[in-house]
């Protein structure tokens, strides 16, 4: 299976989450989806968490790819110096609520002209790391369940696996338990590949995604 007939499988309402260790990078799969949704016509919103976004934009253009994509895509803010994109809002990091309430004012300003919007989530699990306590992490993570079946977005986040590790509690669980699509990205043959242990559509649940240009 092909990322655009991944991403064509997707329905709206859905989070979904894909696991990445720190020696695998997810920046082709990125751009891919990104090049799809301009294909295909989507509103794409990008959530860059702490200049995130900024590393992904190196790393490709490092390895040659044309990166206007990113350029024109719009951009939520939360914490970081680098702008990269098209800023729509800039959040500064904040303790819970405020940081949450300017994220849903932000996030409604963009979605509100659109029917569903593809929403890239980048970096969240560095938001984690800085959490002081338990209580404020599932705040977080009960923060994202509250938009699984939000039809106004399909949510892809992005997450390194590795760097959750270090947070106590770990978040990973109840992000995989809350995603209704599941996937891992890792190398195979020479590839970068998804493959997808859990999906509310049946039909890719099970498959594997190949990752090539």
């Known amino acids: 299976m092909k990322v655009s007939d991944f991403i064509e499988k997707l329905i709206p309402g859905e989070t979904v989450v894909i696991e990445h260790d720190a020696k695998t990078s997810p920046v082709t799969l990125f751009y891919s989806i990104l090049d799809q949704s301009r294909k295909q016509n989507s509103t794409v919103l990008i959530d860059d968490f702490m200049d995130t976004l900024y590393l992904y934009k190196a790393h490709l253009e490092l390895s040659g790819f044309d990166t206007s994509l990113i350029n024109n895509s719009q951009v939520i803010k939360i914490g970081g110096i680098r702008d990269v994109g098209n800023v729509v809002e800039k959040i500064p990091l904040s303790p819970g609520p405020p940081l949450k309430e300017q994220y849903r004012m932000a996030y409604n300003r963009v979605v509100s002209s659109h029917q569903t919007v593809l929403n890239l989530c980048l970096g969240i699990e560095k938001f984690f790391v800085l959490s002081d306590s338990r209580i404020e992490i599932l705040s977080e993570v009960a923060d994202i369940s509250l938009y699984v079946g939000d039809t106004s977005r399909i949510a892809i986040y992005f997450i390194n696996r590795d760097i959750l590790k270090e947070v106590s509690p770990s978040p990973l669980p109840f992000l995989e338990a ?15 590949v998804i493959a997808i242990t859990k999906s ?14």
Do not use: C, D, M
């Not at 995603?179 to 970068?192: P, Q, R, S």
């Open 178 to 192: 809350l995603a209704t699509t599941l996937g891992e990205l890792k190398h195979e043959n020479k590839h970068y």
């Open 200 to 213: 509310a559509n049946l039909e890719i649940e099970g498959k594997k995604i190949e990752v090539k240009f």
